[in-house]
Structures are given as C-alpha cells and as structure tokens.
C-alpha cells in the first residue's frame, strides 16, 4: 500500500496524522501557529478523549499562554475536515478523539475517564430503517467502584 494512501476510516485505531491535518488546515486558509502545532501535537496518538477545556489546559502548559477562542476553532476545522471525531452525550461537555474509525465509547462516571470500546450490538427492535449513529455506555470504572466499597 502507498505510504500516502489514506487509511479507511472503518479500521479501528486509525489515528490522526498531524502533518495531512496541518496541510489541510492551511488549504482552509488557517496560519500554522504555535497554538495550532500545540493542539495537533496533543491530539497526536492520544487516546484520552479530552474536552476542549483539558485541550486549552496542555496547550496552555506547553505555550504558557493560549487564547481558548483558536483552539476551539483550530477543533471545529478539525472536526469538519474529518481529522478529529467529536463525541456528545457522554456527559454534558462534548469529548474529542483523534482516532476516527467506527468505534465506541464508555465513560465512568465518577473520574470521567474515557474508553474506547468495539462495536455495541444494536438492541433486536430498533425500528426498520433505524440508522444507529452512536451507543453511549456509562458506568463506574473498577478503580472508582473499589474507591467507594
Ligand atoms: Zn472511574
Ligand atoms: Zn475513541
């Protein structure tokens, strides 16, 4: 397979690659910051599923200063050119994950840590024609339910 041949977003664990992602962002026009480096970087093999607050967080750590208003539009391009999945419901802030492919999430509710999860069975009488887009699973991680026993 050609090394610049992209990887179909049906394979579980296909990862954002930052270098096509930067080439893309500058084909919609945006400079190629430090902050914009910064978010790339991060998203880059990370499988933490951060909210964009956690984002501004480390790219504030890394920069020592950031504007949240670049990093949240550097994550919509991102999102809209296909880079970064976003995923909502899990709890009331929206997660972002660099890894595309159809997969699954289950988040813990007490430490809010993110899992990627194969695919969910879809339940036998979801009605003819029923496209599900999303299976959200919540729980308690083992580590928080030991916590509270
Ligand atoms: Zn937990
Ligand atoms: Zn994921």
Not at 64 to 89: H, M, Q, S
Not at 118 to 133: I, S
Request: net charge negative; charged share 25%; with cysteine.
């Amino acid at each position: 397979m050609p090394a610049n041949e992209k990887t179909p977003a049906s394979v579980y664990g296909a990862m954002l690659k930052p270098e096509e992602a930067e080439h893309e962002l500058r084909g919609q026009g945006a400079r190629i910051t430090a902050q914009r480096r910064a978010v790339l970087d991060i998203l880059h093999g990370n499988r933490t599923h951060p909210t964009a607050e956690a984002l501004v967080d480390e790219v504030r750590l890394r920069l020592g200063c950031v504007a949240p208003g670049t990093i949240y539009n550097t994550l919509e391009t991102l999102v809209k050119l296909g880079f970064v999945r976003r995923i909502d419901g899990l709890e009331q802030k929206a997660h972002f994950d660099p890894d595309t492919s159809d997969h699954q999430h289950a988040i813990c509710l007490q430490c809010r840590t993110v899992w990627d999860v194969g695919p969910v069975e879809h339940p036998a009488d979801v009605p003819a024609g029923f496209t599900v887009l999303n299976t959200l699973i919540q729980g308690i991680c083992g580590r928080c339910a030991h916590k509270t026993s």
